[in-house]
């Protein structure tokens, strides 16, 4: 899993840089886009879905990223992304079809290498 491995070590490696800077409004928002995804009125799994929808309307491949690896953590079949990757489709429409690609080629690799499993020799 290169591919997944580099995003969640670049971004693990940049969020620390991020907040190593100690500068109170970044710091804020990082918490607070934390927060967001919390149980609430909503649970988690709703929101990581919501944000999944947004993100690909948006066309954020790294947030698309993120929330299919957090959906997938929190048990998320993989029919249930699939609704969500038509409705980010439908509301966004044919430009959102390149993302779609680069989802379900992450959502191929996470089901290929689930969580646990041991890594392919050489990896």
């Given at each position: ?33 934390g927060k967001a995804y919390e149980d609430g009125a909503l ?81």
């Amino acid at each position: 899993m290169p591919r997944l491995d580099e995003f969640r070590r670049f971004r693990e490696r940049m969020n620390t840089r991020i907040r190593d800077q100690n500068h109170l409004g970044v710091n804020r928002f990082f918490t607070l886009d934390g927060k967001a995804y919390e149980d609430g009125a909503l649970d988690a799994t709703t929101k990581e879905l919501a944000g999944l929808a947004a993100s690909m309307v948006l066309r954020c491949d790294d947030c698309i990223a993120y929330h299919v690896i957090r959906c997938k953590e929190l048990g998320v079949t993989d029919e249930q992304l699939w609704e969500v990757f038509n409705v980010g489709l439908v509301v966004g429409g044919s430009i959102v079809i390149p993302h779609l690609r680069r989802a379900v080629d992450l959502l191929d690799e996470l089901n290929a290498n689930p969580p646990g499993a041991p890594s392919p020799a050489g990896a």
